[in-house]
């Protein structure tokens, strides 16, 4: 019934497509998710010492008082 009035007004499909889209944007969001999840152990044996440049964004931006052209210990 909803959809048969959504179809009167002639908005079922912006509606859809927005849906559609909406989705289509939050499951690619999961899958980078997952994938970052599952390089960051190999990245993290590989180099050790060096951290990646989003944990030392993390880093930067929670203590400012850290600079960035700092070398890593």
Sequence with gaps: MERHRLTRSGRAGSVAAVRLAVAA???AVA???LAVAAVRPAVAAVRPAQ?????QSRQVSSTSTT????PMP
Excluded: N, W
Aim: hydrophobic fraction near 35%.
């Design 67 to 70: 600079p960035t052209t700092a």
């Design 51 to 55: 951290k990646s440049r989003r944990e």
């Design 31 to 33: 899958a980078v998710r």
């Design 25 to 27: 944007v939050r499951l």
